[in-house]
């Protein structure tokens, strides 16, 4: 107990520097997405570009990320935290703002996939080290932050792109530079931890371990499932409610606005519902909701309902987009953390891509609606069989710990 309360303070002050690195660094990389969009359209226009070729624009920036995030999630707890995600940074950066002097296309494309493979490393090493400092609902309120501040970035990215864009298209990109800043920060910030003294003699092994344990593949259902339902909403509800309700482009806005800021609600309140009950019960509540938010937005008569439909997503959004990366985090051991983050990380990667095909699939024989009904009884089923793999990881949510970038246990 006394050698608890000596390094508490050194403990707290290094977690909420691993807090805000995390935070910082989910911020930056939003910029290149989320500011880049509003370019697009002049990109097209410089480059000569067809729809086609302004999809890749996005495509090649996202693949790497499929591709190679598990072995740079394993090269972070190989090398070191600090090494791969300081490199990553300062790659990140460079290679965005080298996009807005691309002398052709070609060049354009090649920027985009440098960067997609720093972002491969660095977004799910976000989540990562918030695992690394924090423990219990200690870190379920920090994965809670993370999942916020991510989200009021992606609000005002588009907006931020858009002036930019407006005084030039190359702006947004030179914009990404900002990256490098967390980067170097992480020099300062992470310690070079490996997680265990012995790293490379039976890692596979121990990671094999890790995600097979009772409960991890249930974590990787439920992430893939939140992205495979919110980028089939993402993909064909603008279209569904514009065709079907007659909806304005403003109207849409507003109900995908609407649903940004009950998810902000939803994820803040995270930890304090993990606290009052399981969260594999909370998890339980918020599938549900999904797959009712997807049946609901196919059957809505009017866009009252089409709202308040929204809100009923959102909320399940916005619990899973938590729980869903402190459970990833918390029941990994540290020294695999990383790289089996990362292979959730694909998981996440994997949803993202099948959801929109998916729904055009089953679109393209009987419609929209009917599409994402299917796909909303899909999710709804899932809350059958996910909850009953996650109650075996609970007990990692329910402590009340934080841990030090030492290793040690503080309670906060």
Known sequence: MAESTAVSAFGAQNARRYLLLACGTAVSLSFGLHAVAPALPLVQDVF??????????????VLPGVVLAVPLGV?????????????AGVLYGLAGAVQGWAPSFGWL???????????????????????????????????????????VAQLAMPLLGAQLAAVGWFLPFWAQAVAVLPGLWALWVLDDRRGGDVKKV???????????????????????????ARFAVLGYLPLHLTRQLD???????MLIGVATGVAFVSAMAAARVSAIFPPSRVVL?????????????SASPNLLVAFAVAVAFALGDGLIAVLGSAYAAAGTPDDVRAGV??????????????????????????GIAPALAVIGAIV???ALIIPAGLIHLDHVLRESQVEAPTGRGVAL
Do not use: C
């Open 75 to 87: 090269l972070a707890d190989l090398a070191g935290r600090r090494r791969v995600f300081v490199a």
């Open 109 to 151: 494309l090649t920027g985009r996939l440098v960067q997609g493979v720093a972002f491969a490393a660095l977004m799910p090493l976000t989540v990562t080290v918030l695992g690394d400092a924090f423990s219990g609902l200690a870190q379920v309120r920090a994965q809670a932050q993370r999942q916020v501040t991510m989200a």
């Open 48 to 61: 000569g570009l067809s729809d086609f070729e302004v999809g890749l624009v996005t495509s090649a920036y």
């Open 247 to 253: 909806a304005s482009l403003i109207e849409v806005g």
């Open 285 to 297: 509540g918020a599938l549900l909701a999904l797959g009712a938010g997807l049946l609901g937005f």
């Open 202 to 228: 039976g890692y596979v092994s121990r990671a094999a371990t890790a995600v097979r344990q009772m409960g991890f593949p249930s974590v990787l259902f439920l992430n893939f499932m939140r992205f495979f």
């Open 380 to 382: 709804a089923a899932t």
């Open 341 to 366: 983050v990362a292979l959730d990380g694909t998981a996440r990667n994997a949803g993202k891509f099948v959801g929109p095909l998916a729904v055009g699939a089953i679109a393209t024989a009987t």
